[in-house]
């Protein structure tokens, strides 16, 4: 997997897709905690960690989530 960098606000608008199963509590800290963003790999190790309740997909969990994750940044960086 390739690594790129997604910033503050993208975290803060990726809530609703890749953090919709993270409470808001742990969602928040993961903004505050990240002023200059963070890393894709970074990200999805997050979301495995704090994601209730576990997402079902048969198959390769990363790549799932890496597929959410590139699809809304392609969408948002146009």
Known sequence: MET??????????????MGFRVTD?????????HPEGCTNTELIAFVKK???PPYKVEGDL???????LKS???FVRG
């Open 4 to 17: 790129y960098h997604i910033t503050n606000q993208e975290l803060i608008e990726l809530k609703q897709t």
């Open 25 to 33: 509590l742990h969602w928040n800290e993961l903004v505050k905690s």
């Open 50 to 52: 704090w994601m209730d």
């Open 62 to 68: 990363d790549a799932h989530l890496e597929n959410i």
């Open 72 to 74: 809304f940044v392609s």
